[in-house]
């Protein structure tokens, strides 16, 4: 199959990042732009490193996500530098030759040692906004000229407007989502046949034809009880008997941008856990729909505790209004967390809070406090939509002790405790009309 050819998107996303950039250095009163690809790291006590993580303001200009100890330098009304780390090594693979189609738009410098990035740098660090990880630092102790400093008001604007995706970033998620779709589907065959969490997981790698490592976050795999762990990643080695219920929450990753899809599934498709995990589907849905610009987030958070709550008081879990539920905590009890968070270069994508691209907070709505975006969207805003509903041993002893434990019918509580939990999740993005579901239609294409 051949690849598709994003030129066009990334030479105009490249230049929405320039012009990004140039403001970003006016407002920091800086001449130049400097980021470093990031470092390797070493476990303590050995000489095993950790997996790499490029770093994403790197990975926003360049599509590498492999080549550490790289630099992309930038200057207002100037071509853009990449200094390009491509060792000579026989101990482990070297990065391939620069190819692709970002190279035309770059001036590229290809350096053999760390230490020689430093020819290639600006001279005067002092005029540099540096954004990195403290690792990154170059040049010799104590003058360490190249060490980080990522200025507030640089960071404050370049990760508020990260938030609005270019044509060229969707593009990049699409893809990612095709991979992960694939990948989820291939989990509900395995979870069909029988097979342990662990395989699950390794079904799902192959699939994705990603390593655990190039995911974009470690794969939620969970059996039965096990889906009430918000972020179980032990991955039994034996499966559970009976199985009941399969809980998945797993990306994949293309050119450094993520994909976030979770789904549920029941082991008896005619059941009443499949008849729950229908009614969150539906409700999930209409909440995607509402991903339209000027609708406040927050609020959105707030009505999906409405939706919810009207489905425990319909699955008879609960016996006072959803209101009410919510108003009280009933329902956080039930669905913990937040609606969903911003996405895109990371799976929790920056600024989920920022007021301004001066910076500033939105505070999150009180008794909420896992909420992760709290934003009015506008076009170009991609984030994830996930509600849940959940059966927490720890959050339902605590209500059941501590007040409004007659709002909840126990015996029905204990009969959805072994399923363990519902969550379904997608990837939108907000436009001027309507929005789009990033995963909804790799779905529907992968049918």
Not at 12 to 39: F, I, W
Request: aromatic fraction near 10%.
């Amino acid at each position: 199959m051949t690849p598709p050819d994003f030129s066009a998107l990334y030479a105009n996303h490249l230049a929405t990042l320039k012009q990004r950039a140039d403001e970003a250095l006016s407002r920091g009163g800086l001449e130049y732009l400097v980021v470093p690809s990031g470092t390797q790291h070493y476990q303590v006590f050995d000489d095993r490193d950790y997996p790499y993580a490029v770093n994403p303001q790197f990975k926003h200009w360049l599509p590498l996500t492999r080549v550490p100890n790289s630099w992309l330098v930038y200057s207002p009304g100037n071509k853009p530098k990449a200094i390009y780390y491509q060792p000579f090594d026989y101990w482990h693979v070297v990065p391939d030759a620069p190819s692709g189609w970002w190279v035309e738009h770059f001036d590229i410098v290809i350096i053999r040692k760390p230490e020689e990035a430093l020819q290639h740098l600006p001279s005067d660090a002092a005029r540099c906004a540096i954004l990195g990880e403290p690792q990154s630092t170059l040049g010799a102790a104590p003058d360490q000229r190249f060490q980080p400093n990522n200025p507030q008001a640089v960071i404050d604007y370049l990760e508020y407007q990260r938030a609005f995706k270019t044509p060229y970033e969707v593009a990049m998620m699409r893809e990612a989502t095709r991979a992960g779709v694939r990948a989820h589907r291939a989990a509900e065959a395995a979870f069909r046949a029988g097979n342990s969490e662990f395989d699950i997981h390794l079904a799902y790698c192959a699939a994705a034809r990603q390593d655990a490592g190039e995911l974009p976050y470690n794969n939620i795999v969970a059996l039965n009880r096990n889906g009430a762990v918000l972020h179980y990643t032990e991955l039994g080695r034996v499966a559970p008997q009976p199985v009941r219920s399969f809980l998945i929450d797993a990306g994949a990753s293309f050119h450094g941008y993520a994909c976030d899809i979770t789904r549920t599934y029941a082991t008896d498709t005619a059941g009443e856990f499949q008849a729950m995990i229908d009614a969150v589907d539906a409700a999930q849905l209409s909440m995607c729909a509402q991903v339209r610009a000027g609708v406040d987030y927050k609020q959105l958070h707030l009505d999906a505790h409405l939706a919810l709550g009207g489905i425990l008081r319909d699955f008879g879990l609960i016996n006072i209004s959803p209101e009410a539920a919510l108003a009280n905590g009933v329902s956080n009890v039930f669905f913990p967390h937040g609606i969903g968070h911003g996405i895109g270069l990371q799976v929790h994508d920056v600024a989920g809070f920022a007021a301004t691209d001066h910076g500033g907070t939105i505070a999150k709505p009180q008794g909420h406090p896992y909420l992760r975006l709290t934003r009015v969207l506008e076009p170009g805003m991609a984030v994830t939509i996930e509600p849940g509903i959940y059966f927490i041993d720890m959050l339902l002893e605590d209500l059941k002790k501590n007040g409004n434990a007659e709002a909840v019918d126990w015996a029905r509580v204990d009969a959805f405790r072994p399923y363990g939990g519902i969550r379904i999740e997608d990837d939108v993005v907000c436009t001027g009309a309507a929005p789009i579901n990033l995963t909804r239609e790799g779905f529907a294409e992968a049918a």
